[in-house]
Each structure stands twice: as structure tokens, then as C-alpha cells.
């Protein structure tokens, strides 16, 4: 049987303050990059970050890496797919994927981990929380 598989595909492009002085996607505005990617998948999955501090929790990311295949130039049209990545751990795992929208190169790969943090106490979450289980459950995830 197939895992599921949680999906969002996210147009990117790259801004003119966003690039160097070769019209190359600065280094760290692929992180951005990375957070649009996240913002849109909660808005089309119910996993966005208002719901998730409605519930009692803040997410903040503690596991970020990058690899840069090719320049994201000036202009150039491009997509961010950002793939949930199922876990049985508290914690929100993604892997990214930027291509150039016309040629399909592949452009960067990321991954990120995301944390739960009792919103009142600041304090680490140990566990899946109810509302993530939930959530889990919903979208056909085991958990």
C-alpha cells in the first residue's frame, strides 16, 4: 500500500530585493523561500500557524538545511513543492524542492524540523500534541 503523501506546490519568484549584484537569489532568501512553502501547505492543510497557536502551541523551526543545485536568477519563474514528512517524533518535518517552473531543473533541496512549544510556558512539548494527532488522523497519517 502506498504512504500517503501531503503535498503543496507554491509558485516563487525571485524579487529584486531578494538578489545580488549578479541578479542571483541571495543565499538566505531561500529560507523565505522555504516559509512560503510552509505558509502555503498549512493554508491548504488546516496546519497553519494562527490554528496552530490557537491550539496552544508555537512551532519554531530547529533543523534547517540546504543544498543549492542552481541559481534562482532575477525574475525567473519558479515553484517550491514542500512534501510533509510523516514521523512518529513531536516534531513537523518537510523536504522542499525548487525547480524553474519552465525548464523543470531542479534548483534546491531542503529539509526543515519544527518543534511544538507550549505557547503559555515556552516550554518543549514532548509529545504529539492532541490537536497534531488529530490533525494526523484526519489527513490519513499514522501516527
Given at each position: ?65 540546504i543544498d543549492y543545485k542552481s ?21 513537523i518535518r518537510f523536504e522542499y ?47
Amino acid at each position: 500500500m502506498k504512504k500517503k503523501e501531503l503535498i503543496s506546490v507554491t509558485p516563487v519568484r525571485a524579487r529584486f530585493s531578494e538578489v545580488d549584484a549578479m541578479s542571483i537569489a541571495w543565499h538566505g532568501s531561500y529560507v523565505k523561500y522555504l516559509e512560503d512553502g510552509r505558509e502555503d501547505f498549512g493554508i491548504k492543510f488546516g496546519l497553519d500557524y494562527m490554528s496552530v497557536y490557537r491550539s496552544g502551541f508555537m512551532t519554531p523551526v530547529v533543523k534547517l538545511n540546504i543544498d543549492y543545485k542552481s541559481p534562482l536568477l532575477y525574475e525567473m519563474e519558479a515553484q517550491i513543492k514542500t512534501k510533509f514528512i510523516n514521523s512518529p517524533a513531536a516534531k513537523i518535518r518537510f523536504e522542499y524542492e525548487l525547480t524553474c517552473t519552465k525548464t523543470g531543473r531542479v534548483l534546491m533541496t531542503a529539509y526543515t524540523e519544527q518543534v511544538f512549544i507550549d505557547a503559555s510556558t515556552r516550554e518543549l512539548y514532548l509529545t504529539i500534541p492532541p490537536f497534531f494527532g488529530k490533525w494526523k488522523k484526519d489527513h490519513g497519517l499514522e501516527i
